[in-house]
T-cell receptor, first 112, second 119 residues
Framework: GNSVTQMEGPVTLSEEAFLTINCTYTATGYPSLFWYVQYPGEGLQLLLK?????DKGSNKGFEATYRKETTSFHLEKGSVQVSDSAVYFC???????????FGQGTTLQVKP | GAVVSQHPSWVICKSGTSVKIECRSLDFQATTMFWYRQFPKQSLMLMATSNEGSKATYEQGVEKDKFLINHASLTLSTLTVTSAHPEDSSFYIC???????????????FGPGTRLTVT
């Protein structure tokens, strides 16, 4: 079945450091891929998405490229800020059902 | 745009009582709404999918008689936790999608969540 695996956290970085959060998936068909962010005490917000292979999603300095050959959708940011501290979820959208399958989440803590 | 609200944001109830949580899409019509449960420091677990005007589809292991879902209109879905017990304490999150179930490329817009504590 479909599944998403994220790197385990927490990830602790200093401000302005480079961020990579790994995400790999297994899926049948042609899923869409998403990154959601959850700030403390809040619901999930869509950060970026990609709907087909080689698409790059980007938003607020974050980027992720849909790599079908490596079944990956790694999240990157060149220079993190304290305000980026949150939990990041990689998700796969089933092409058949519209359901989202989430990874386990990765907590990012950025220190000044 | 694409705002989803939940009410209440938190609720405390006594064991054995029922609690209703509302999920509303404020600026779009949601053909499909999803209900998730999130345990502390864990991922979201899909509980059920509801389409307006039809019965909800529950995920395996979710008791449909305990978690009653009603999708009465294109902007409102409710989750009722019946005869709540302490183990039902959790963070419940809804999401809404403007597309019909079956399109994996439709985004889901999430509500802020409801913290339920059963004493």
């Amino acid at each position: 079945g479909n599944s998403v695996t994220q790197m385990e956290g927490p990830v602790t970085l200093s401000e302005e450091a480079f961020l990579t959060i790994n995400c790999t998936y297994t899926a049948t068909g042609y899923p869409s891929l998403f990154w959601y962010v959850q700030y403390p005490g809040e619901g999930l917000q869509l950060l970026l998405k990609a709907t087909k292979a080689d698409d790059k999603g980007s938003n607020k300095g974050f980027e992720a490229t849909y790599r079908k050959e490596t079944t990956s959708f790694h999240l990157e940011k060149g220079s993190v800020q304290v305000s980026d501290s949150a939990v990041y979820f990689c998700a796969l959208g089933s092409s058949n059902t519209g359901k989202l399958i989430f990874g386990q989440g990765t907590t990012l803590q950025v220190k000044p | 745009g694409a705002v989803v609200s939940q009410h209440p944001s938190w609720v405390i109830c006594k064991s054995g009582t029922s609690v209703k949580i509302e999920c509303r899409s404020l600026d779009f019509q949601a053909t499909t709404m999803f209900w998730y449960r999130q345990f502390p420091k864990q991922s979201l677990m899909l509980m059920a999918t509801s389409n307006e005007g039809s019965k909800a589809t529950y995920e395996q292991g979710v008791e449909k008689d305990k978690f009653l879902i009603n999708h009465a209109s294109l902007t409102l879905s409710t989750l009722t936790v019946t005869s709540a017990h302490p183990e039902d304490s959790s963070f419940y999150i809804c999401s809404a999608s403007p597309g019909h179930e079956g399109s994996g490329r439709n985004e889901q817009y999430f509500g802020p969540g409801t913290r339920l504590t059963v004493t």
